[in-house]
């Protein structure tokens, strides 16, 4: 079941700029993840919003949720060709809508070019 | 090192020939998780574990096995593989069955069933 979709698909950008991905879902959460891929690797964890928080930041992360809207946004600042990769939300769905403890639902993910 | 590890990371296999993908954590995790990522499809969770001896089904867990004899463990099996199972596998663990708790995911192994 896919319940995290993340927008663009595919974004291009040059270093130095800022790159915002945004993530929309169709149930209630308990918690959103983003996660980072690197071509054909492991995904590797950046940062957990719950449900009941608005804004979260890190290092040069920025998420926000709206669960009005039932959507996040990442935003990566100051771009470098190191950020170059595969992001994806993953959400954990609330019990009561049939989540199950631990279970994360992925979306496709947004593929980030950072160019030199 | 904190780790997930899998073997082999690379396999090419035909049809029919059965196989088993190694996942290890040493992180002591109670939480344990199969995925696989397909191009357009994302990634798709297959089995997970909340605990030893404790297994269940994912999303798409047709054509697979697991077991969780040990804690660290958690293989992956395919009885009789077929050309639909190539992709790409993900383990991943988290300390437990909190849906508040990373993930830590393992390099991947790239499965080709000719």
């Known amino acids: 079941s896919q319940q995290g979709e993340e927008d663009p698909q595919a974004l291009s950008i040059q270093e130095g700029e800022n790159a915002t991905m945004n993530c929309s879902y169709k149930t209630s959460i308990n918690n959103l993840q983003w996660y980072r891929q690197n071509s054909g690797r492991g995904l590797v964890h950046l940062i957990l919003i719950r449900s009941n928080e608005r804004e979260k930041h890190s290092g040069r992360l920025r998420v926000t949720l709206d669960t009005s809207k039932k959507s996040s946004s990442l935003l990566i600042t100051a771009s470098r060709a190191a950020d170059t990769a595969s992001y994806f939300c993953a959400t954990a769905l609330s019990m009561n809508y049939g989540g199950s403890q631990g279970n994360l639902i992925f979306g496709k993910g947004t593929k980030l070019s950072v160019k030199p | 090192e904190a780790q997930v590890t899998q073997n082999p990371r690379y396999l090419i296999t035909v049809t029919g020939k059965k196989l088993t993908v190694t996942c290890s954590q040493n992180?002591?995790?109670?939480?344990m998780s199969w995925y696989r990522q397909d191009p357009g499809l994302g990634l798709r969770q297959i089995y997970y574990s909340m605990n030893v001896e404790v297994t269940d089904k994912g999303d798409v867990p047709e054509g697979y096995k697991v077991s969780r004899k040990e804690k660290r463990n958690f293989p992956l099996i395919l009885e009789s593989p077929s050309p639909n199972q190539t992709s790409l596998y993900f383990c991943?663990?988290?300390?437990?069955?909190?849906?508040?708790?990373?993930?830590?995911f393992g390099p991947g192994t790239r499965l080709t069933v000719l």
């Open positions: 992180m002591n995790h109670e939480y």
């Open positions: 991943a663990s988290s300390w437990d069955g909190s849906s508040y708790n990373e993930q830590f």
